[in-house]
T-cell receptor
Framework: KNQVEQSPQSLIILEGKNCTLQ??????????LRWYKQDTGRGPVSLTI?????NTKSNGRYTATLDADTKQSSLHITASQLSDSASYIC????????????FGGGTRLMVKP | DSGVTQTPKHLITATGQRVTLRCSPR?????VYWYQQSLDQGLQFLIQ???????AKGNILERFSAQQFPDLHSELNLSSLELGDSALYFC??????????????FGPGTRLTVL
């Protein structure tokens, strides 16, 4: 069964600090891995998409890494801002008809001043 | 703003009733996806349409159905509603279903409350 597990479930950090969120998956056959940011009550917004051959991808202060051998990904946030407070969801896609995604439970990040 | 629109924003109804949620994809996107997000289960994929045809099915209940119209907007119909159907329902769109790196753009969601 395809599964995506994220840790930690929640995290509180001080503004300006860095943090790293983890994602482990068992989706097969692997196609790509995405990180989404979701503000409370709003739709997810794509941060990065990585395929099998990509190890790192950056989007501003967000850097995602992928280790396809160990089936792990991380999302590193640098110099956090109050607006980074949100849920971060790891989503993995398998090679099949359409573009079906398996969602992780998310990490709820709170950045405090 | 993702370019995906959903109506209504909020919906409050009673158990046993039927409701219709509407989604308009981004201009040029042919594929529409429906997701349910409840507090205890996170995001769950329901169903996908591509250019009017059903493309993939996820954890969609038999009481739920969807369709995509010639103008590419989509409707999700929920019937015989139960308390447990209370959730945020998101629509997303992408250009094609076949390119696996296509970004899915999510709408703002419809919050359904079943009393």
């Amino acid at each position: 069964k395809n599964q995506v597990e994220q840790s930690p479930q929640s995290l509180i950090i001080l503004e300006g600090k860095n943090c790293t969120l983890q994602c482990n998956y068992t989706v097969s056959p692997f196609s790509n891995l995405r990180w989404y940011k979701q503000d409370t009550g709003r739709g997810p917004v794509s941060l990065t998409i990585m395929t099998f051959s990509e190890n790192t991808k950056s989007n501003g202060r967000y850097t995602a890494t992928l280790d396809a051998d160990t089936k792990q990904s991380s999302l590193h946030i640098t110099a956090s801002q109050l607006s980074d407070s949100a849920s971060y969801i790891c989503v993995v896609s398998a090679h099949n008809a359409g573009n079906m995604l398996t969602f992780g439970g998310g990490t709820r990040l709170m950045v405090k001043p | 703003d993702s370019g995906v629109t959903q109506t209504p924003k909020h919906l409050i109804t009673a158990t046993g009733q039927r409701v219709t949620l509407r989604c308009s994809p981004r201009s040029g996107d042919l594929s529409v996806y429906w997701y349910q997000q409840s507090l205890d289960q996170g995001l769950q994929f329901l169903i996908q349409y591509y250019n009017g045809e059903e493309r993939a099915k996820g954890n969609i209940l038999e009481r739920f159905s969807a369709q995509q119209f010639p103008d590419l907007h989509s409707e999700l119909n929920l019937s015989s509603l139960e308390l447990g159907d209370s959730a945020l329902y998101f629509c997303a769109s992408s250009v094609t279903p076949g390119r696996h790196t296509d970004t899915q753009y999510f709408g703002p969601g419809t919050r359904l409350t079943v009393l």
